[in-house]
T-cell receptor
Framework: AQSVTQLGSHVSVSEGALVLLRCNYSSSVPPYLFWYVQYPNQGLQLLLK??????LVKGINGFEAEFKKSETSFHLTKPSAHMRDAAEYFC????????????FGQGTTLQVKP | DVKVTQSSRYLVKRTGEKVFLECVQDMDHENMFWYRQDPGLGLRLIYF???????EKGDIPEGYSVSREKKERFSLILESASTNQTSMYLCASSFQGTTEAFFGQGTRLTVV
């Protein structure tokens, strides 16, 4: 069965520092992988997605993620954090079958300190 | 712009009440989903629908039912609300196949 593990429920960085949010997945079939962001009191917004094309995926707001099959990882990075990046981030993998269902990780709250 | 609209942002209901959460999408998506979000647990799938009048249980369907009479509308029903159903509920939609889902703003439900 597909599953997603996000390492670290809270990550704190200083403004201007590198952001690294970790995601490992388990999938019995080639996965589609996603990162979503949720700002306070809002729904989820897609940051980026991996759909078996390039392994380095660029998303919105300067974020990118690299698909590493050997490590079953899809970590999210941004070279320089902004205060506006403070939010909760979710990694997700497509479920089994062709249903469009997503399996989500537990979420990581990113705090950005001035 | 894709729009997924949930009828209420905040709801307060009493234990035992029947509760309806409504979701409408304007992109002619085949798939619609109801997720529940709780701290530390991420999003968990309650029910999904891949066509009008079609539905399948997700991971936590107990205490919930759904209705999809029209393609654009997907309703979540709490037959008899309980305090452990206090949560954030998120509706989403997508085209058939493994594409990204588009989410509504969420409904924060409190059952007292």
């Amino acid at each position: 069965a597909q599953s997603v593990t996000q390492l670290g429920s809270h990550v704190s960085v200083s403004e201007g520092a590198l952001v690294l949010l970790r995601c490992n997945y388990s999938s019995s079939v080639p996965p589609y992988l996603f990162w979503y962001v949720q700002y306070p009191n809002q729904g989820l917004q897609l940051l980026l997605k991996y759909t078996s094309a390039a392994t380095l995926v660029k998303g919105i707001n300067g974020f990118e993620a690299e698909f590493k099959k050997s490590e079953t990882s899809f970590h999210l990075t941004k070279p320089s954090a902004h205060m506006r990046d403070a939010a909760e981030y979710f990694c997700a993998v497509t479920g089994s079958g062709n249903t469009g269902k997503l399996i989500f990780g537990q979420g990581t709250t990113l705090q950005v300190k001035p | 712009d894709v729009k997924v609209t949930q009828s209420s942002r905040y709801l307060v209901k009493r234990t035992g009440e029947k509760v309806f959460l409504e979701c409408v999408q304007d992109m002619d998506h085949e798939n619609m989903f109801w997720y529940r979000q709780d701290p530390g647990l991420g999003l968990r799938l309650i029910y999904f629908s891949y066509d009008v009048k079609m539905k399948e249980k997700g991971d936590i369907p107990e205490g919930y039912s759904v209705s999809r009479e029209k393609k654009e509308r997907f309703s979540l029903i709490l037959e008899s609300a309980s305090t452990n159903q206090t949560s954030m509920y998120l509706c989403a939609s997508s085209f058939q196949g493994t594409t990204e889902a588009f989410f509504g703003q969420g409904t924060r439900l409190t059952v007292v």
